[in-house]
């Protein structure tokens, strides 16, 4: 079976409720997944837009989720650690935690949220980018799904 991520907020290539965006409460939208390979430690998501004007804008880096987790509420605060062990990373925003859709008015900006299934637990700090995540993860993602919704304003 494949490995999924998805939404019980908006399906995949639907538009993002208002709710998840700049134009209304900007919440990180509630998002599940499937079961994850026997070997997994842990999670990392990332929601990104590469329809951005100045390429692709970091709307969201959270790592270290546990592997004990099959998804994530609504409204994941803006705190560098969280309750669960969690870390979360600085968006393009230059804020930790979700920044919601937001883009410039005209056609519908696409935004993945991509989930990342490791063999490892991240030894980062808070606070670090997309980038950083990346590299870190590099030989130790076991799995990968993705969800893709849009937005325009």
């Known amino acids: 079976m494949a490995f999924e991520l998805s939404s019980p907020s908006f399906k995949g290539g639907q538009s993002i409720p208002r709710r998840y965006t700049c134009e209304g409460e900007d919440l990180s939208p509630p998002l599940h997944w499937t079961v994850p390979p026997a070997t997994t430690k842990s999670y990392v998501i990332i929601a990104d837009d590469p329809d951005a004007p100045t390429g692709t804008w970091v709307h969201w ?11 994530l509420t609504e409204g994941i605060p803006a705190e560098d650690h969280l309750p669960n062990g969690a870390m979360q990373g600085l968006n393009d925003f230059n804020r ?6 937001c883009p410039p008015p005209g056609k519908p900006h ?3 949220f991509t989930l990342y299934v490791l063999d490892v637990v991240l030894n980062l700090k808070p606070g670090a980018t997309k980038r950083q ?12 799904a993705q969800l893709m919704g849009t937005f325009s304003r």
């Open 96 to 101: 930790i935690g979700y920044g919601g859709p």
């Open 133 to 144: 995540v990346l590299e870190a993860c590099q030989g130790h993602v076991l799995a990968e």
């Open 61 to 71: 880096v959270i790592y270290n989720l546990p592997l004990d987790l099959r998804g």
């Open 110 to 112: 696409r935004y993945y």
